[in-house]
């Protein structure tokens, strides 16, 4: 009946905005908690997602009596996440690496040990090889660029993931309520209606996420390394994208409003980009997700969390979010790291140091930049 209909949708909906109340205030935690919880966080994640697609697959694959198939799976994402973090590491605490010796020779043959390692279990070739490393291409190649946004900054791990729960809970509230238009087959339940309000309701609040946490050295600061304390640091001079700026309006804005300028973090832009793609691309890869599902006759990846489904259902657009932010980041935002390059000087034999020591200070002299005591000195 028309009654049992509504009462199951409305009891469907408050299981959802209860669990999806606790899941946000678990991840305010953990952003309390710093860059650490984080990382386990999603390292966390990582392993769950693939654990859901690899059970999947061992359902899929276990009537052709193929043994290893799980065994060799974890095995794979063991080495995997060798590799990435690993490269991390060495990327990001270079200088620290070199203080420990047996770091120093892990660092060095790292792509060698990680080639050794993958072809040792890549001995057991089988009809399952290329279900798994589908698998790590979409699960942990993916999560390995999350951990790269972090270390670029926490604000660009957290607008971008606060975007993706924004358009997932706007777009499930428009088109509740007002949702009348079928989306696509894919999904029978997304509508046109919930698409376009979510993006809309996506846009304004990252605009404004983006302004509150433009503000905090704590969130715009590059992940870092104390070298005293040899513990996580996210302390810096904010760069300029995180410094207010005056921006002359349009003339048409300027007629209407009656406003000339505007004061906005150049963030502030960019996460209207951010925002864009999180709520019209975005949802592909919660479109992907549900034909994959739909292919393998499964209603979700688990049931792991009451009324969502499993951890993948949740985090298959934060995947392609993600993807989309690192891209953004090597493209628009990142320019030369003086603290890699810092790291990296730390590393040479002193007399490399002192030939480049020697050729930077010679280049600041003829720009001019030396002051006139330490050119003398020269």
Not at 96 to 123: M, W
Not at 300 to 313: E, K, Q, R, S, V
Request: hydrophobic letters at 45%; glycine letters at 8%; one cysteine or more.
């Amino acid at each position: 009946p028309p009654a049992d209909s509504i009462l199951h949708r409305w009891k469907n909906y408050w299981i959802r905005g209860v669990l999806s109340l606790a899941m946000i205030s678990g991840f305010f935690l953990i952003i309390y908690m710093g860059p650490v919880a984080l990382i386990l966080v999603v390292m966390t994640v990582q392993i769950k997602c693939f654990q859901e697609i690899i059970t999947i697959g061992y359902r899929v694959y276990h009537s052709y009596e193929l043994p290893w198939f799980r065994t060799l799976s974890w095995y794979f994402l063991i080495c995997v996440n060798y590799f990435f973090y690993g490269e991390t590491v060495a990327d990001y605490f270079g200088a620290l690496v070199q203080r420990e010796e047996p770091l120093q020779f892990l660092a060095r043959y790292h792509r060698f040990i990680s080639f050794a390692l993958y072809l040792a279990g890549g001995s057991r070739l089988q009809d399952s090889f290329a279900w798994t490393h589908v698998t790590l291409l979409i699960v942990v190649t993916q999560s390995h660029l999350v951990i790269q946004n972090l270390f670029e900054g926490m604000i660009w791990f957290i607008v971008p993931i606060s975007i993706v729960i924004c358009n997932d809970i706007m777009a499930y509230l428009f088109g509740f309520f007002f949702g009348r238009t079928p989306l696509i087959k894919l999904s029978p339940k997304k509508t046109w209606e919930g698409f376009i309000g979510g993006f809309f309701a996506t846009v304004v609040f990252g605009f404004i996420l983006a302004y509150l946490l433009s503000q905090f050295q704590y969130f715009v600061c590059p992940v870092g390394v104390n070298s005293e304390t040899n513990g996580f640091t996210v302390e810096c001079e904010p760069s300029d994208i995180f410094v207010m700026h005056e921006y002359t309006l349009p003339a048409v804005v300027q007629n209407t409003l009656r406003w000339k300028t505007v004061n906005l973090y150049p963030f502030q832009i960019h996460s209207i980009f951010l925002s864009s793609f999180g709520s019209l691309i975005g949802p592909f890869g919660g479109f992907f997700a549900s034909g994959f599902k739909r292919a393998f006759k499964i209603k979700d990846f688990a049931n792991t969390i009451p009324g969502h489904g499993g951890i993948m259902d949740r985090f298959d657009c934060q995947y392609l979010m993600a993807t989309f932010t690192h891209v953004y980041i090597g493209s628009f935002i990142r320019g030369p790291n003086p603290s890699k390059v810092l790291q990296q000087l730390l590393m040479l034999r002193p007399e490399q140091q002192l030939s480049i020591f020697h050729t930077l200070h010679s280049q600041l002299r003829e720009r001019g930049m030396l002051p006139q005591a330490a050119a003398q000195a020269e």
